[in-house]
T-cell receptor
């Protein structure tokens, strides 16, 4: 079984809808991250969480919110989806020992907003 | 602020040829540098990382990278390309004061011709 899972893997939705993307991990890591990937732009950090009570905005948090329901679960919500939020979304985890930690990525969720 | 620039959004090599993917960084403090690889329809996985120890870093699948402070570079090389190396490669930077947050480059797609 994969260590970092994301659901759904693909989602098509309409403008204005509320969408939740879920991430679960079995690695026992403290830190979790949400990124979006756009062609030609690489990955950009949306939100990150160092533990259940510590959530921080990343580079591009506008239009998104997150919830860290447990150490193993970190959800990303789009309150009112818009077409320019069409992207590939990745969840990642790291053990939390420091800045040189390796991040482990899930398989991604491809979101299309019509 | 930190940043990463990957020169060349697409690189094509023949099987058995040298692979060279370029990464230049900007950082006002000593950087930690990473190369991640993304195979089609998968999440990212770590190839190698520089954490201020040896400047020549060896990674998985025969890849290596050399940290050159004077050139602010961290180019990725492999002596002999294999068909299975076809993927997208991302360079990323962080530092001790970034709490593990990564700044990614735009990515370089590597094609390997038979």
């Amino acid at each position: 079984d994969a260590d970092v899972t994301q659901t759904p893997r693909n989602r098509i939705t309409k403008t204005g809808k509320r969408i939740m993307l879920e991430c679960s991990q079995t690695k026992g890591h403290d830190r979790m991250y949400w990124y979006r990937q756009d062609p030609g732009l690489g990955l950009r950090l949306i939100y990150y969480s160092f533990d259940v009570k510590d959530i921080n905005k990343g580079e591009i948090s506008d239009g998104y919110s997150v919830s860290r329901q447990a150490q193993a679960k970190f959800s990303l919500s789009l309150e009112s989806a818009i077409p320019n939020q069409t992207a590939l979304y990745f969840c990642a985890t790291s053990v939390g020992q420091g800045s040189t930690d390796t991040q482990y990525f899930g398989p991604g969720t491809r979101l299309t907003v019509l | 602020a930190q940043s990463v620039t990957q020169l060349g959004s697409h690189v094509s090599v023949s099987e058995g040829a040298l692979v060279l993917l370029r990464c230049n960084y900007s950082s006002s403090v000593p950087p930690y540098l990473f190369w991640y690889v993304q195979y089609p329809n998968q999440g990212l996985q770590l190839l190698l990382k520089y954490t201020s120890a040896a400047t020549l870093v060896k990674g998985i699948n025969g890849f290596e990278a050399e940290f050159k402070k004077s050139e602010t570079s961290f180019h990725l090389t492999k002596p002999s390309a294999h068909m299975s190396d076809a993927a997208e490669y991302f360079c990323a930077v962080t530092s001790y004061n970034q709490g593990g947050k990564l700044i990614f480059g735009q990515g370089t797609e590597l094609s390997v011709k038979p």
